[in-house]
């Protein structure tokens, strides 16, 4: 199915956007999603970003987390429910939201972006559309921008391959999986570089009733994100990517 298609229901953006309230398990990944986005900020940008785009913004979850450090954000989605949801939130002073597919239609202008952030999104695409919007944000990263997207399914990562080996038994559809090199590979056929990423996730949560406290899978886990070689074996990784020419 067309990944465009999938989130266009009536209810979708409410259901949605309560997952990451009742859901325990995204509840600590988003507190340490956060953190990061903020020390990516802070590091990349001297100053406030002047553009901040956030693509297939969905109920605006990143773009309320960030839109306070750049001067101007705009998100973009084609949900209604999801947009809806998204501007229903607080603290959105200098925060635009427009329905549209970027991916096929110009209406943006001539404006580049020096933040462009896109969440939950590449890992669901299929692949064509997987190209055709990196190339288009490739397109609308000014020339020292940044691109900050993330993975929350490191197809090296232990619950991928616990994920796998249950599929394969059970006979069932398999999951959407990128691997590091999947992405590496993504990334420099828009004419863009990985220079930096973070991850978190080794421990493999299967069900929400984890045998361990969810405090003490964080404490283990935040030490796991502190030690490079992890990243292989971590679920969720958030990449930041500039334009090769500009490295």
């Known amino acids: 199915m067309d990944y465009r298609l999938s989130h266009l229901s009536s209810g979708k953006g409410a259901s949605y956007e309560n997952s990451f309230h009742k859901n325990i398990s995204r509840k600590y990944i988003w507190d340490w999603e956060k953190e990061i986005l903020i020390k990516i900020v802070n590091k990349y940008f001297t100053d406030r970003p002047e553009n901040y785009l956030d693509f297939a913004c969905g109920t605006g979850r990143i773009i309320e987390h960030l839109s306070p450090f ?63 919007a990196i190339a288009k ?12 997207f993330n993975i929350h399914m490191n197809r090296t990562s232990f619950l991928a391959i616990v994920t796998r080996i249950y599929q394969l038994v059970r006979n069932i559809e398999k999951s959407n ?10 990334v420099q056929f828009a004419g863009l ?46 990449y930041v990517c500039k334009k090769k020419e500009n490295l």
Do not use: C, W
């Open 70 to 132: 750049a001067l101007n954000a705009l998100g973009v989605d084609i949900s209604d429910s999801m947009l809806d949801v998204a501007k229903s939130k607080k603290n959105l002073k200098n925060v635009k939201f427009i329905k549209a597919d970027i991916t096929e239609k110009n209406i943006i202008g001539d404006v580049r972006f020096d933040l462009i952030t896109a969440f939950r999104f590449f890992l669901n695409a299929q692949v064509s559309l997987k190209k055709e």
């Open 137 to 148: 944000l490739s397109m609308l990263l000014s020339d020292n921008g940044i691109l900050v």
């Open 177 to 186: 999986m990128m691997s590091f090199s999947e992405v590496n590979n993504l």
């Open 193 to 238: 570089e990985i220079v930096d990423t973070y991850h978190y996730g080794v421990i493999p949560i299967v069900r929400e009733n984890s045998l361990l406290p969810y405090r003490l899978i964080d404490k283990i886990e935040r030490l796991f994100s502190s030690i490079p070689i992890a990243r292989i074996f971590s679920q969720n990784i958030i």
